[in-house]
């Protein structure tokens, strides 16, 4: 169950497997920049502080060069954390645009972390949860 | 009379399937021709070869290509654009599939056009035979044609010029910053015939393309339209909606590669001497989305 923890304030964002931080974001109802939500314009990007990310699609150059593959910089439309990890927006903050939304990934986190704590308590392994709406 | 249409938009796209996919599928383009990491399309109501140009690497536009009604305008515009300051190259018969030979050269706002005279004839999916009013099978969208882009440059005003001078374009729309006859111009729509816009130029980086556009007859097919993007999960940027300037109707939507492309309908008959429509800043939110009134932060940074 991977998280994205916005730095600085600390907020906590369970996204589904193989979702991209920006879908997890949106979803979470969440706002910030963002522009083609597919890797073209470049806008919708961050600083990944810790933990890794891989990208689902090919990113062109011109979008994410040699240096920003190597320095931090996370293209949110298309990044997938392969873990827990922490990002730091580029001039702004994050915007709670939907408590609602907010509150549906709260729970979805809160039981996905106990069923964890059950499946390591029981000594089987964790499972890949699924979303469950 | 010269620059008769936009010919064809030669586009990068990151992932060549799914493109190939949103284009031919969602969009319902023909493909008519394929090589290497290139696909060539072309739309129902077109008879040309092609217009639509997929090239797998990278995003944004490769070049555009302009169709001219006689071979003596290539001369013609090879004259005036040198003229302008602008080095104009050869181009040969073939080095684009099934286009003939013509000119290319790089515009002030550093984006490559090519001018050709002769295109293969394929032919409309009706045909010119007692046709029928469109082809029965069409898939997803069904666009009839390409329509117009948008692209970015840091001198409007100077792409305005060039396209006056060199093409014969005339402005139908423009947003300036003033009324002041020396006011700067911050976009310009321009067309060489009854067509409400063939290019437009928005103030912004050089060589970027904020979008390019396919037309469709009506509000209901731009409504249907913006439908099947939600059924094939195709990111909307905005609409349905109107523009204020054109008076088109428009869903903005973004490919698999995030180039942004458009379905528009309607646009009044432009013609060169219907007095130009000036835009000023205070109105620009209605002129760009004439029902939400407001220009959206992407509608200016978001380009490939
Ligand atoms: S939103 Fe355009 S690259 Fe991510
Ligand atoms: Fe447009």
């Given at each position: 169950?991977?998280?994205?923890?916005?730095?600085?304030?600390?907020?906590?964002?369970?996204?589904?497997?193989?979702?991209?931080?920006?879908?997890?974001?949106?979803?979470?109802?969440?706002?910030?920049?963002?522009?083609?939500?597919?890797?073209?314009?470049?806008?919708?990007?961050?600083?990944?502080?810790?933990?890794?990310?891989?990208?689902?699609?090919?990113?062109?150059?011109?979008?994410?060069?040699?240096?920003?593959?190597?320095?931090?910089?996370?293209?949110?439309?298309?990044?997938?954390?392969?873990?827990?990890?922490?990002?730091?927006?580029?001039?702004?903050?994050?915007?709670?645009?939907?408590?609602?939304?907010?509150?549906?990934?709260?729970?979805?986190?809160?039981?996905?972390?106990?069923?964890?704590?059950?499946?390591?308590?029981?000594?089987?392994?964790?499972?890949?949860?699924?979303?469950?709406? | 009379?010269?620059?008769?249409?936009?010919?064809?938009?030669?586009?990068?796209?990151?992932?060549?399937?799914?493109?190939?996919?949103?284009?031919?599928?969602?969009?319902?383009?023909?493909?008519t021709h394929a090589e290497g990491n290139k696909v060539?399309?072309?739309?129902?109501?077109?008879?040309?070869?092609?217009?639509?140009?997929?090239?797998?690497?990278?995003?944004?536009?490769?070049?555009?290509?302009?169709?001219?009604?006689?071979?003596?305008?290539?001369?013609?515009?090879?004259?005036?654009?040198?003229a302008f300051g602008v080095t104009v190259d050869r181009?040969?018969?073939?080095?684009?599939?099934?286009?003939?030979?013509?000119?290319?050269?790089?515009?002030?706002?550093?984006?490559?056009?090519?001018?050709?005279?002769?295109?293969?004839?394929?032919?409309?999916?009706?045909?010119?035979?007692?046709?029928?009013?469109?082809?029965?099978?069409?898939?997803?969208?069904?666009?009839?044609?390409?329509?117009?882009?948008?692209?970015?440059?840091?001198?409007?005003?100077?792409?305005?010029?060039?396209?006056?001078?060199?093409?014969?374009?005339?402005?139908?729309?423009?947003?300036?910053?003033?009324?002041?006859?020396?006011?700067?111009?911050?976009?310009?729509?321009?067309?060489?015939?009854?067509?409400?816009?063939?290019?437009?130029?928005?103030?912004?980086?050089?060589?970027?393309?904020?979008?390019?556009?396919?037309?469709?007859?009506?509000?209901?097919?731009?409504?249907?339209?913006?439908?099947?993007?939600?059924?094939?999960?195709?990111?909307?940027?905005?609409?349905?909606?109107?523009?204020?300037?054109?008076?088109?109707?428009?869903?903005?939507?973004?490919?698999?590669?995030?180039?942004?492309?458009?379905?528009?309908?309607?646009?009044y008959l432009a013609y060169p001497d219907r007095p130009?429509?000036?835009?000023?800043?205070?109105?620009?939110?209605?002129?760009?989305?004439?029902?939400?009134?407001?220009?959206?932060?992407?509608?200016?940074?978001?380009?490939?």
């Amino acid at each position: 169950m991977p998280t994205v923890t916005i730095h600085p304030t600390g907020e906590v964002i369970y996204l589904q497997p193989g979702q991209t931080v920006l879908s997890g974001l949106y979803q979470a109802g969440f706002a910030y920049t963002v522009g083609c939500r597919r890797g073209g314009c470049a806008i919708c990007k961050v600083d990944c502080r810790a933990g890794d990310f891989t990208y689902c699609r090919p990113v062109a150059d011109t979008v994410i060069s040699d240096a920003e593959q190597a320095d931090g910089t996370c293209l949110t439309c298309r990044a997938v954390p392969e873990g827990d990890i922490t990002i730091e927006l580029r001039g702004e903050d994050v915007r709670l645009v939907n408590r609602f939304l907010h509150q549906i990934n709260d729970k979805a986190r809160q039981r996905a972390e106990a069923h964890a704590a059950a499946n390591s308590a029981a000594g089987t392994p964790e499972k890949e949860q699924s979303w469950e709406s | 009379m010269g620059v008769m249409r936009l010919g064809y938009a030669h586009i990068r796209v990151t992932d060549l399937a799914e493109a190939k996919d949103h284009y031919a599928n969602t969009m319902g383009l023909y493909e008519t021709h394929a090589e290497g990491n290139k696909v060539y399309y072309k739309a129902w109501d077109e008879w040309d070869h092609h217009s639509v140009v997929l090239e797998e690497g990278g995003v944004g536009v490769v070049k555009y290509g302009w169709k001219v009604q006689h071979s003596t305008d290539l001369d013609d515009i090879e004259a005036k654009a040198t003229a302008f300051g602008v080095t104009v190259d050869r181009m040969s018969k073939g080095d684009n599939p099934e286009i003939g030979d013509g000119i290319r050269f790089t515009t002030p706002s550093d984006h490559v056009f090519e001018v050709y005279h002769e295109a293969t004839l394929v032919g409309t999916e009706v045909g010119v035979h007692n046709p029928d009013a469109f082809p029965r099978h069409l898939v997803g969208v069904g666009v009839p044609a390409l329509d117009h882009s948008l692209i970015t440059a840091e001198d409007p005003g100077q792409m305005d010029r060039f396209l006056s001078e060199v093409f014969g374009f005339y402005a139908t729309e423009r947003v300036q910053t003033s009324l002041d006859d020396d006011a700067d111009i911050i976009a310009t729509w321009m067309t060489s015939s009854n067509q409400i816009h063939q290019l437009a130029v928005l103030s912004g980086p050089q060589g970027k393309l904020h979008h390019f556009a396919f037309r469709l007859n009506d509000w209901n097919e731009v409504g249907r339209a913006a439908d099947l993007f939600s059924m094939d999960d195709v990111p909307i940027d905005v609409g349905p909606t109107r523009h204020g300037i054109t008076r088109g109707q428009t869903v903005y939507f973004f490919d698999p590669s995030g180039n942004r492309n458009e379905v528009f309908s309607g646009g009044y008959l432009a013609y060169p001497d219907r007095p130009t429509n000036v835009w000023t800043p205070e109105a620009l939110g209605k002129g760009v989305f004439y029902h939400s009134r407001e220009l959206n932060d992407a509608f200016t940074s978001v380009l490939t």
